[in-house]
């Protein structure tokens, strides 16, 4: 089994506290869509993206898969030729339409997918009171997929719109922009020695958050606040992009090919928002980099990317609930840190890129069957991250949660914190 | 000046057909996209192909600019913005969007294209009664230019459609389909020596049309009728797609490196046409054919392809009128030969490739402006198709119509003739 | 039979110039790679070129197979393995190494090469006075075979030495540089009408040329001399390659997609030759040009380019063993046009590009078996040139050949003669 | 400076150890390209290999530009357009010829070369007993660099000779292949606990193999010898290949689109080896196999790949000059491991892939300069190789050292030993 959920927590599933976070992370989903059009739920703006569309589709695919069809017995699916379109890399499942031409799938419709959500919802809602235990940890593995892919769909929209000479906006809404004074950054000290980290358990976590276990950490620090919009523009200004030394090897060769001078959806002074363009805030966090950019920022900076462990130990004692984090369907763009003591926006704003390869932890196994697919085989390749975003649902974050993305990927609201060895 | 209309046509465009003809061939473009969703309009299958809605945008955006903008005085752009978006290729009015890139416009709407179409059609109709001559003659080619463009969102919802594995219908009636016994082909014999070719001043027609000139035709026959499904079914059952003697060289790498066996949008036993997935009929004409596999089959029947001359030789006596064309929206796909006497389907059904590479005749000379990019700058690399297809506008077909398409290519209603030397 | 050679050529064949011809050709070969080392011979610098050792090798292959295989009987192959090493092209004869690998065959050795051919070359001396009609004209066209891979051998070094930062020449040997006045152009009618074109059958012709058919050809005049170096920087310094109107479609896609802004090998005011970089000479024939350049130039100077028949009814009074071409291993370039009266530089020099698609003479069959895989099977996206070049060995020339590349290709020595109707 | 060399090794280097080494270095390498033809060490069969010419001349330029020309007073270069042609990847040092079109440079000749090597052999000679620390550790720096060069010389060779179907040999002699029964597989437990790794600064090692460091490790134990061809084989027969289960996605989406169903140089139960193609040893550690095969196999046995931390642990106690590796110019072939007891085969034979991604060590700087681009420019997207192959120079080798390549290659002689938790 992919998600880990102790005895304690059943009880919770038991009083209703489940069924309730399912409807709200359904109903979210909806919301987010709202603005969208057929057209703009069905595009898919490159082969990293996805349709809106796809996303509510594919989520609701997960829960009928496994849980209705597999653990609630006569249900019959909503339509046997959905899950060919809406799995989404699950061998295990069979095969299924090529994730490049999922844009191409103008039908079902946008109103035939909330059809196919409505009838799915009506029919985990007969079924969650009866359901074992094994099924109602899938159902809890659905809600945190469904939040994973609620941030794609809010990043992938983004992504197609900014390629829109029209510059569409997701909302209208203007994004408060406080072109403050900057806080200096501070280093603050973290943990060194042997220390205990990984998810131990306790509460929901997916598998590759585990198994618990010790660490050894060097002397380091790590800054208080993400690297600003302001301090990459210095950087850019101090030829950044244009100094190889500062770069990894394939970082270098990405920046070349595609003639990369700055972050994601930077044009003349200004970014592409889910408000339509905007002026840059000098204040808040730079995002919409690679790992690239972040390692050659650090270069650039003296200092290095904090490991995922370092982030984990320092994150430990703090409150995943705070922070800039979705909560519900309105604009989402990180903003600037508010207060001037402790580690700033470690939750939430920002995902942070740290210098770990995405990689298993000692004694971390799969989960058998097709949810084993969910996490461990992407183990190659890819780099971790840590926090979470401004686009990333509330509750859905923890210290020991683990994101990943290839190093050249930068349409997520990725981004920095500086560390150093002391 | 990209099209030609004498003294004698603009009477008629005086006494207010040219306004009966604008209107109808603007209302069947709105007919044709009746039964797409918003997103079924948007996308777009693949870089040759563009949405239906960019082809409502782009034949609106032809009357806006050509006619309007340039012709009538004080007229605004509705969406300045626009040019921008939905020129196609004409270098001389700047920069635009990058074609492949099409589907990702999913704003402006379907309905927005609707309302700028209304708005335009609005001008028009008052600015018509007061045009100059040459303004007028924009007209008439913004007419033929969106019959051409009705062909294409006719093709391209079909190339949308056939990726999708619902394989949705644009539209639910039958398409009869009676598989007949079908009639042996015949040969007909064709007019040989020096002969006058091509458009020479009567009516409209596009500038590659003409000068009439005159050719020397060899003495020669050409086919009854189009070879037809059954007859391809041999040629596959012959090993056609195996037998690399029977291939241009283009072609043959062609066949290999796309894994070709088969018409477009044959799957086992099935073609796929704009009323879902239906039973081959073996006796109408084959269609979705490059110049490829019409060169290969002519070659293995012992045959050969004809001449564009031979064609427009054998066709000049023909009422173009006639024949299997577009009249409604309403599905199109070839039907088998009725009749047993003459050249049949000479016009409509399939568009025949002939063995002519797509040049000019001589004393061409493009027209100057942007409308000169029309037709000239196209002239290397493609054959010519004459005749028209199922989905071609009644009306917009003549005997010197000089349709190109590159040798690759087959997803319009393509097919062959064969002819022989005598 | 892919060549046509008469009763009266068969009198020449039988009384020893055949053979002398046979081995002046082949020696010619040996000849022309002395200078190289085997490194130089064995290197490919991209997938339209062919190592220098390929082309000795292949040209062995085909006496081989098509003689002495063929023909001559107890014949053994040389080495059974080279035949898939070292067949172009020919289906028929089976499958065979990838053409874009062929600069991965570093064994078997320039050497080695050399030795089959000595080995070939024996063994055709012995059997030339045994065999058949039919083999003795394949040992015809055998040798134009390998005069037509003299030619590539040269280009394709030339664009091998041309990759090579240390610019390696060929033959040391300066390239006489004149840099005189050049001739202004003179317009030459042509014949009008219905003229006789094509091979007839007196001496050898690749089936290409033939059947001799009639023609209709309009008024028309072609320039005296070919477009010199300094005309076509006259066309640089105007936007040429800057203004898309001057351009076919694909043309200027290809411009813009390859950076095109100069003829190939021109740098800084220099040219690449096989002796090494050289300044240009304003008065020699501009070469290395696409078709798309060519067209462009024409459409530039208010002309356009001829067809292959107005070329071929000039041509067919001229001595096609007079000019600039190929007549031992020393440097070749193109030189400036000496004289001042007619038409000059109609046979050597330069390749001309013609405006007409290499498509097959009406009543052409291609020959039955692996030779009639010559020409025929590549009469598709290609344009005509005609006349020859420096590079072409002298006698490889007649009025009615027909050479033919893809309009991007010009690493072949290429120019162009203007037309205009008159 | 990416080299460590302590002051005791200083000593040595003094005595003249350090120019025998160089001299014995520098020989190997022309003892290695003499059975290449000029051709053969001229070639590039893809863009990751070199040619064999490209090795020795690149070798050369590293002595030449980072002791001669900046250490030696008066040093001229031997031909000041080498360094454009031979530097490889140091941006510092300037632009450099595209590493695809290596196989283009014909020129200079492989004689060239040597001379080139005999120049700089030369003043190297001279220049030695009066260079600096700086310099002599820059000298030690180029003997490493040779080494590394001589192994890739030889896999690149492999990698170009299994291109020709001529399979050539580098050397004829025959491989010994005693196809032994293969001795079972034990587990032999590894240190536990926290643990110091990594090069503390005895003698030679490069910059990213320290700093030396504590490293936590968990219960584990390694396999007595690497995974044979005959355990491969069984991984294949039992669907390795085609369970997408056992993969990594990326490593699965490598064999779908590269069609990969077993080692490299595989073929009908035999393999292509320096010496030709040869029967397939069972009992030989199988050999040219990716990370992602590594892990696919390793999965498939219900184990993993060792961390580096857990090989180092295991390897610091074995002798790193014994084992199967390269003394001197002849066939190199990995063989049965031989006797049975303890870790067998941990230096030399195959390098072992680990599951460690080749990042930084805590505290890692990359040296200032050109030379500081030899490692740290490389971290990320590679997995950790440990260990030395039969190929790998004897002396090259140590238990710290961490060789790296991209997950999906397998032209060097890479192999796996399984490892598992205890």
Redesign the interface.
């Known amino acids: 089994m992919a998600s880990k959920t102790d005895a304690k927590s059943r009880t919770a599933l038991e009083d209703g506290a489940l069924a309730r976070r399912l409807a709200t992370t359904r109903r979210l989903s909806l919301d987010l869509v709202a603005p969208l059009?057929?057209?703009?739920?069905?595009?898919q703006?490159m082969d990293d993206a996805s349709p809106a569309?796809w996303h509510l589709a594919h989520t609701t695919w997960f829960f009928e898969t496994f849980v209705l069809r597999d653990h609630v017995a006569g249900y019959r699916l909503f339509d046997d030729?959905f899950p060919?379109?809406f799995n989404s890399?699950y061998?295990?499942e069979g095969p299924r339409?090529a994730r490049p031409?999922r844009?191409?799938?103008?039908?079902?419709?946008?109103d035939a997918a909330r059809e196919w959500r409505a009838h799915v919802d009506a029919a985990l809602g007969r079924a969650l009171p009866g359901l074992s235990p094994a099924a109602l940890a899938l159902v809890e593995l659905g809600i945190h997929h469904e939040q994973q892919h609620q941030e794609l769909l809010l990043t992938d929209i983004k992504h197609?719109f900014a390629?829109?000479?029209?510059g569409?906006a997701m909302w209208e809404t203007p994004i408060a922009c406080e072109v403050a004074q900057f806080s200096a950054m501070k280093w603050i000290e973290g943990a060194a020695g042997?220390i205990s980290l990984g998810h131990g358990g306790d509460g929901f976590a997916f598998d590759c958050e585990g198994p618990r276990?010790?660490?050894?950490l060097?002397p380091h620090a790590l800054a208080s606040r993400p690297v600003t919009n302001g301090e990459w523009q210095q950087f850019i200004d101090d030829g950044g992009y244009e100094t190889?030394?500062l770069?990894?090897?394939?970082?270098?060769a990405w920046v070349q090919s595609e003639a990369v001078d700055a972050p994601a959806y930077w044009r003349d002074g200004q970014y592409f928002t889910l408000s339509g363009w905007r002026d840059i805030d000098p204040a808040a966090p730079a995002t919409h980099i690679s790992?690239?950019e972040a390692?050659a920022f650090a270069s650039w900076a003296g200092a290095r990317l904090p490991t995922e462990f370092e982030w984990e130990a320092a994150a430990a004692a703090l409150d995943p609930l705070g922070g800039d984090q979705l909560d519900d369907a309105a604009p989402v763009q990180p903003a600037a840190a508010v207060g001037d003591t402790g580690l700033q926006q470690m939750f939430g704003s920002v995902w942070e890129w740290t210098?770990?390869?995405y990689?298993?932890f000692?004694?971390f196994r799969a989960a058998p069957g097709a949810v084993?697919?969910y996490n461990g085989?992407?183990?190659?390749?890819q780099?971790v991250l840590r926090g979470g975003s401004c686009a990333t649902p509330r509750g859905h974050m923890r210290a020991t949660y683990r994101n990943f993305f290839y190093?050249h990927q930068r349409w997520q609201f990725t981004g920095l914190r500086l560390a150093k060895?002391l």
């Open positions: 059009s057929d057209a703009d739920a069905s595009a703006s569309k030729r060919y379109l890399y061998e295990a339409h031409h844009g191409l799938l103008t039908r079902p419709s946008l197609l390629q829109n000479p029209l569409p042997v276990h010790e660490v050894l060097t190889p030394s770069w990894l090897s394939d970082g270098w790992f690239f390692d210098g770990s390869a990689r298993p000692p004694g084993g697919e085989k992407f183990m190659s390749g780099f190093p060895d």
